[in-house]
């Protein structure tokens, strides 16, 4: 059987309980050595085979699992934060249905949520946004026309901008083609819940500069919205006027 496992941001202790579990007894695990942390590699039990997926291709990833399922062993596929996020792993799935090979998936902690962490910050505030767009620029991977991060910031919603560090002058220009100002509020979280996190806030019109001025080049993530300024409302559930199914109204 093959598990997919999210591996979390970073930290060894940031993949679940169920995750570290299934390190400890797998037989073989392929890795995104890109970006999973090598540490977590210490779970796996003496004699257990170990694949960076980072020199493979996706036939190559497919020859090891299938040659473990010959072998009636059990595989690990080891992907950074949760494998839902640009992890690649649909293709992975659709090619082990063909086979009849089946798998499980294990979710993990994203490293926007890590972002966050790190940032000590939410972002749904009330009155500020309530919703979070996870998107990219695009690169050498398109994104869908209808996805561009213009037409996406022209919501002012919260934004968590994978993927990205590379091309800084054109989420600026794209955030600000949208609506946004050179002015606003912006941050950049490198390796969160590595030990060399780094944070730095900026506005939007100077991300590249900052990113350049920090040597942060990759492994990041660009947040924008009014959640990283000051003003927000009260949460509802917590006001002492507000009665909801497990609390009365006090006042
Ligand atoms: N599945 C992963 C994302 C993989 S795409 C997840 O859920 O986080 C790889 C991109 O994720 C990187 O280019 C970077 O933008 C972001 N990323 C991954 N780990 C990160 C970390 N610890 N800190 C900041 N950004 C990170």
Redesign the pocket.
């Known amino acids: 059987m093959i598990h997919f496992v999210?591996a979390g941001?970073?930290a060894p202790d940031l993949i679940t309980l169920r995750g570290a579990e299934m390190l400890k007894k797998t037989d073989c695990i392929i890795y995104?050595g890109s970006?999973v942390n090598p540490a977590l590699l210490e779970y796996a039990k003496p004699g257990c085979r170990i694949h960076n997926s980072a020199t493979m291709t996706l036939e190559e990833v497919i020859a090891v699992m299938k040659e473990m399922e010959g072998a009636g062993k059990d595989t690990v596929r080891l992907?950074?934060?949760?494998?839902?996020?640009?992890?690649a792993i649909r293709e992975q799935m659709d090619i082990l249905d063909e086979l009849g090979i089946a798998y499980d998936d294990t979710p993990?902690?994203?490293?926007?949520s890590?972002?966050a962490a790190?940032l000590q910050a939410e972002y749904t505030l009330p009155g500020v946004s309530q919703s979070v767009v996870i998107t990219?620029m695009a690169g050498r991977t398109p994104v869908p026309e209808k996805e561009s991060l213009a037409s996406f910031a022209a919501h002012d919603s919260t934004m968590v901008?994978?993927?990205?560090?590379g091309l800084l002058e054109d989420v600026s220009r794209e955030l600000i083609a949208g609506g946004r100002k050179a002015d606003d509020a912006a941050a950049i979280?490198?390796?969160?819940?590595?030990p060399d996190?780094k944070v730095v806030h900026c506005t939007i019109g100077t991300l590249a500069e900052a990113a350049r001025r920090e040597n942060v080049t990759?492994?990041?993530?660009?947040l924008v919205g009014g959640f990283l300024d000051k003003g927000y409302d009260r949460s509802k559930l917590y006001d002492p006027g507000f009665t909801t199914e497990f609390r009365e109204a006090t006042r």
């Open positions: 999210g941001p970073g995104a970006l992907h950074t934060g949760d494998a839902s996020l640009y992890g993990g902690v994203s490293s926007f890590g972002a790190a990219r901008i994978f993927l990205s560090t979280v490198y390796k969160a819940s590595w996190e990759k492994t990041a993530l660009i």
